[in-house]
């Protein structure tokens, strides 16, 4: 028999564009996306960034089937070049897309 865990659909999406704000002293770069289950239950994320070890995991619980919003800022005190991926760990893995950001100093 299979559990409604591995039945679950977990959806983690990543909006397209951050919003970046400041001039290196520092940058913010925000993130946004959402976490969608089509069960209730507890899922565990985190964000990842390219060349850096993943960041610290969080949980949110859903009452319901739904979908939750998310987001990540970054703090950029010099020019770069980097990505950010939202990743579900718990209860099954899913990523969404990488999202790309480049904070320039003028």
Known sequence: MLSLLTLAAITAILDPSPVMTGNCNPTRVHF?????SD?????TYTWLRANK????TLTVNF?????????????IRKPEDGSVMLRVVLPQQSDSARVKFRVTCK
């Open 53 to 56: 070890p993943a960041g610290q």
């Open 63 to 75: 009452d319901k089937p739904g979908s939750v919003p998310v987001s990540y800022d970054l703090m």
């Open 39 to 43: 069960i209730a239950g507890k899922v």
């Open 32 to 36: 946004t996306g959402h976490i969608a």
